[in-house]
């Protein structure tokens, strides 16, 4: 509601890995992702290997969008940077790491902790935190039943 909030905690679920999110590769002046080795502002780079989760989580009362640092997207996939490349550089696709975070991360219950910006796309949370949650489906269930009745 107010545009914004620092160090802000929601429980929700992810419902998206979105494009851009897994291995990418960073310009070395600006540190932006590159798209087909190319910077936007410094041209064509050499790039430096990074991964990210750009992630859909919805809380039950609207979604946001979260951006996951590598510490975090490694912590998440269960394996290092330096595996994610090995395994991309083997398969020849560095698409495939993105496919694996979305089996893993899709539909699954998570509290995500970070600062919250607005803009014209709506909600963008900078997570610097994660935790699983173990969430009763039955019982939640019966609480939201009990508040509608």
Known sequence: RVGGMVDASINGVILDVRDGSGLVFRCPE???ALQKNVCRV?????????????????????????????????????KSLDKCLKEATK??????I????????????????????????????????????????QAEARRILEEIA
């Open 42 to 78: 410094h041209g064509e780079q050499e790039g430096i290997p990074d991964l990210r989760i750009k992630a859909i989580v919805d809380d039950g009362t609207g979604a946001l969008n979260v951006i996951m640092n590598r510490d975090l997207t490694e912590r998440l996939l269960g």
């Open 98 to 137: 993105k496919d694996q975070l979305f089996n893993k991360l899709a539909a699954k219950p998570i509290r995500v902790t970070g600062n919250v910006t607005s803009d014209e796309f709506g909600l963008m949370m900078i997570a610097t935190g994660t935790d699983d949650l173990n969430v009763d489906t």
């Open 30 to 32: 600006c540190n932006r």
């Open 91 to 96: 398969a020849m696709d560095h698409g495939i």
